[in-house]
């Protein structure tokens, strides 16, 4: 399941940002895996609602990227069910970071 969930992370990374840096940081209470793109980031409203199942940004609808809507609200069942979170946040560059955060 944690292999589903990265891979639906590092797949947005490469579709909608280009490129996938991916930082792991070890720490004592918990396991940070950061996936930094090169993308355009998101508009803040949107930070919460791409999580929702069959959510698509806007654009992405006519682009050629062909998904569902599926792989973030997976992904995001996957990190609670370990007892985790995901985060996003939008880098000063304008591009996203998601941050998969398991607790130890
Ligand atoms: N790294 C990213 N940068 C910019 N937008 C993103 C990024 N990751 C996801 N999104 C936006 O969030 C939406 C939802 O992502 P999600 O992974 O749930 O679905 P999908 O990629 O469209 O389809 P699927 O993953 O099911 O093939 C995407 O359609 C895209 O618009
Ligand atoms: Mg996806």
Redesign the pocket.
Known sequence: MLKRCLA?LL???I???TSAKVVVEDHADRLQISIL?Q????PVYQLSR?FEPF???E??RNRD?G???????IAKNVAELHGGRIELRNRPEGA?A?ILVLPC
Not at 39 to 42: K, M, N, V
């Open positions: 639906n797949e947005n990374a579709k909608y940002g793109d993308g355009p980031g998101l791409v959510y698509r940004v654009g992405s990227t998904g569902t809507g599926l792989g973030l609200a996203l998601v």
